[in-house]
């Protein structure tokens, strides 16, 4: 059975950082496009980052140049390095793993979940 199993959340002061792993068993980590997305309380689900196969990466617009994605594939491992964080970053933060085809922004387009770990960012 797959799982993601994400972890680095927590309480942090606004411009302050953290780090969110993903841990990832049971599928061939290398063969899939992974991603980060969050929800805020109300909100939809939104695309935060992707790293494709081939270590392409994306970023949605609001967190690009303070956010890093990056995989590790002998540790079955993503990151999520997440710096200059601000009130609006509050969310918890999921981990997706995506089949080849679709697109890295779409929430419809990834298989598998992780359970999500809550990010808080307060003044």
């Known amino acids: 059975q797959v799982q993601l199993v994400e972890s680095g959340g927590g309480p942090v002061q606004a411009g302050g950082s953290l780090r969110l792993s993903c841990a990832a068993s049971e599928l061939t980590f290398s063969s899939f496009h992974m991603g980060w997305f969050r929800q805020a309380p109300g909100k939809a689900r939104e695309f935060v980052a992707a790293?494709?196969?081939?270590?392409?990466?994306y970023y949605s617009d609001s967190v690009k140049g303070r956010f890093t994605i990056s995989r590790d594939n002998a540790e079955n491992t993503l990151y999520l390095q997440m710096k200059s964080l601000r009130l609006e970053d509050t969310a918890v933060y999921y981990c997706?793993?995506?089949?080849?085809?679709?697109?890295?922004?779409?929430?419809?387009?990834?298989?598998?979940w992780g359970q999500g770990t809550q990010v808080t960012v307060s003044s």
């Open positions: 997706a793993a995506r089949r080849l085809g679709g697109s890295y922004s779409r929430v419809e387009d990834y298989t598998y």
């Open positions: 790293i494709s196969r081939i270590y392409t990466t």
